[in-house]
């Protein structure tokens, strides 16, 4: 690293000063500055330049799990094909979400207005409550699902197993 690059990340990471100032001092781009104190911070961690930084909203516990395997692959990383294979084990337990195309009758958007919803509202409200697909707001779902509430978990439940059941 050239000696102003060191410079403008010292006055980030240590002076504490505001990215897009720095870079105006230096006539470099904000995102530039942001390239930089990465490049720093993974320097000062002992992060091979080859690696990949990766963030992403995950549910709490996926979270721990993959928080778990990444300490595991930054202590040795001659681990990396056991932690990948755990990865793929990993996505392979949770969910996975396939789209599917409906044809849904013009009577239904009539329905969906008279409510002031969109077609899709109501449909993901009726599947995230006949699933019970609670979403805390600290933590929502990546998918976006949420339940309207117990009595409506509890009325779809109702609906599927009068027009669907077993008897």
Known sequence: MRPATIEAARAVLVGG??????????GLTRQRIHQI?????????????????????LPPEVAAEVQCLAERIASDPSD???????????????????????????EFFDLAERYGLDVEDILR????????????????????????????????EDYLERAYGQD
């Open 37 to 57: 104190v990465a490049r720093v911070e993974a320097a000062a961690a002992g992060v091979p330049k080859s690696w990949t930084k990766v963030e992403c909203w």
């Open 125 to 156: 409200g009726f599947i995230a409550d006949a699933c019970r697909l609670d979403s805390p707001v600290d933590s929502p779902r990546a998918d976006g699902y949420c339940s309207n509430g117990s009595d409506e978990e509890m009325l779809a």
């Open 80 to 106: 990396a094909d056991v932690v990948a294979h755990a990865l793929n084990q990993l996505s392979n337990e949770r969910e996975i979400s396939m789209k599917m195309q409906l044809d849904v009758p013009a």
């Open 17 to 26: 000063q505001d990215q897009a100032e720095v870079g105006r001092q230096y």
